[in-house]
């Protein structure tokens, strides 16, 4: 295999152009909600990685503590030479605990990130850590249909999907991912991390935390359309809301209007009544029987699964 980073051109699946449309769609519905992919711009990326380091926020911290501990378990589900898949790469933490357990050589990379500048400067500090490394990093929307390199003769191709970011998708979304992961990964598998059911004030004040870096991670959504997308609104219009809302099993975060007010948007005007709220992003918790049933609805067959002593996050093995 190739080692070293080969840049791979991204699709114009993240512009500015995608993110109005999808802004002036997420407006014009009742009830106002848009994707949280939109987060992650350069600043909500590193916002992100702040709320990784909090205290409250137990989900990386369990999920690291798990991949340290059963690494070579891991790795051995995976057999011998792979292509490894990260979905959502973000900063590579993660990752390099199962780089660790397998032989440099027996690896060919692929991180896939909506966030380019991010992701490319994340390979640029993988690849001076790991030499030898093959690293194709790929600019892209997972959810999407996108082309992935092609798997080196005699390799499995393996996905890495860690830190329950399938919680951000729907029962519905998340069972479509799983389908297109399935049907990319046949013949290997998915390793994926899933955020489990719990006292509901573990989870409250994951998402709330005391130093507000939560707040403003949910803030810099209308940050980006401000700056990008020129939208007028009051700075002091919205505020950060985060809640568990047990009937869906999801923690669901908003911005909810302070007083009634308008937000402008490229000649549109949109009507916020006081406590109307845009909707984020929805955090799922699920059951490790409830998540392998989902994932053998879609193609999978459940295999091993690590999870700590609390129970609070558990990662898990799925045949394709
Ligand atoms: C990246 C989707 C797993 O849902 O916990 C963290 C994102 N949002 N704090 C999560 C997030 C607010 C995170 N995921």
């Not at 190739?2 to 009742?30: C, M, S, V, Y």
């Not at 991180?111 to 600019?139: E, F, K, R, T």
């Amino acid at each position: 295999m190739k080692p070293g980073i080969e840049w791979r051109k991204p699709r114009a699946t993240a512009d500015n152009e995608q993110f109005a449309d999808d802004l002036h769609a997420a407006l014009g519905r009742t009830p106002k909600a848009i994707s949280p992919k939109y987060f992650y711009d350069e600043t909500g990326s590193k916002l992100f990685e702040r709320i990784c380091d909090l205290p409250e926020y137990y989900p990386t911290r369990t999920e690291l503590a798990l991949l340290q501990t059963h690494a070579d378990d891991m790795v051995a589900q995976m057999g011998g030479q792979v292509q490894l898949v990260e979905y959502g790469a973000g900063a590579l933490r993660k990752v390099r605990l199962l780089l660790d357990a397998m032989p440099r050589d027996s690896v060919q990379f692929v991180p896939v990130d909506i966030s380019g500048a991010h992701l490319l400067s994340a390979c640029d500090g993988l690849a001076a850590d790991y030499p030898g490394l093959a690293i194709q990093p790929l600019v892209a929307d997972f959810t999407r249909q996108h082309t992935l390199p092609p798997c080196a003769r005699g390799s499995r191709r393996v996905g890495f999907f860690p830190g329950s970011s399938i919680g951000n998708f729907t029962p519905s979304e998340a069972d479509a991912f799983l389908r297109l992961a399935a049907a990319e990964l046949t013949g290997g598998g998915l390793l994926i991390g899933i955020d489990l059911v719990k006292d509901e004030a573990v989870l409250h004040a994951a998402y709330n935390d005391a130093e507000g870096v939560t707040a403003a991670f949910n803030m810099n959504l209308l940050e980006r359309a401000r700056n990008e997308l020129g939208a007028e609104f009051p700075t002091d219009g919205f505020q950060h809301l985060a809640f568990y809302n047990p009937a869906y099993r999801r923690i669901e975060m908003h911005l909810r209007a302070t007083r009634p007010l308008e937000l402008q948007l490229g000649g549109e005007v949109y009507v916020f009544n006081e406590g109307e709220t845009l909707h984020t992003e929805h955090s799922h918790k699920y059951t490790v029987e409830g998540f392998q049933a989902l994932a053998a609805r879609a193609g999978f067959k459940p295999g091993k699964v690590w999870t700590d002593a609390n129970r609070w996050f558990a990662v898990l093995w799925l045949e394709a």
